[in-house]
T-cell receptor
């Protein structure tokens, strides 16, 4: 069910280090997953996506890993920069959801210079 | 790069008043969505729209809410009689199929 006043987990990393943000998704039937970045006062910004027929996908400085066995998704950010500081959300969708996105709770990433 | 745009960026209204939130989706996209985010909470789906009709709506999207695509470019969300609990960020999104691209949001405050 929904939580009121979520306390988001926070990941603090040093500039230049790698970051790993984790997400547990809800529905084993979901077949498409997206990571979004949300900066304060802005809308979710697409980072990278992955379909359920893959277990890894790489972008520029980012990698998404999908483990369907345990319904786990992770986002790896290489050489984290101060501009990466934001809230990161995973979202899932699939036939059971129609074409709506179901968002996770989010993780705050703080990058220390 | 094309973007989803939304107006206004902020809206303050009195409880019981009607508000219309406006969105211009990316021009060649076919699927349109509204989501909302109450402060400190998850982004929640409200409604999806395709081929000039609602394709899906959540239980949040009750009779006080409506959506419209009045012309070839705009997509609007109307709240007929706002309640205090409607205070949130409202995001429009559009999609060709698959990835959804979000606008910057409208911050609605109901007093």
């Amino acid at each position: 069910g929904e939580s009121v006043g979520l306390h988001l987990p926070t990941l603090s990393v040093q500039e230049g280090d790698n970051s790993i943000i984790n997400c547990a998704y809800s529905n084993s039937a979901s077949d498409y997953f997206i990571w979004y970045k949300q900066e304060s006062g802005k809308g979710p910004q697409f980072i990278i996506d992955i379909r359920s027929n893959m277990d890894k996908r790489q972008g520029q400085r980012v990698t998404v890993l999908l483990n369907k066995t345990v319904k786990h998704l992770s986002l790896q950010i290489a050489a984290t920069q101060p501009g990466d500081s934001a809230v990161y959300f995973c979202a899932e969708t699939g036939m059971e959801y129609g074409n709506k996105l179901v968002f996770g709770a989010g993780t705050i990433l703080r990058v220390k210079s | 790069e094309p973007e989803v745009t939304q107006t206004p960026s902020h809206q303050v209204t009195q409880m019981g008043q009607e508000v219309i939130l406006r969105c211009v989706p990316i021009s060649n996209h076919l699927y349109f969505y509204w989501y909302r985010q109450i402060l400190g909470q998850k982004v929640e789906f409200l409604v999806s729209f395709y081929n000039n009709e609602i394709s899906e709506k959540s239980e949040i999207f009750d009779d006080q809410f409506s959506v419209e695509r009045p012309d070839g470019s705009n997509f609007t969300l109307k709240i007929r009689s706002t309640k205090l609990e409607d205070s949130a960020m409202y995001f429009c999104a559009s999609s060709p199929m698959g990835t959804q691209y979000f606008g910057p949001g409208t911050r609605l405050l109901v007093l």
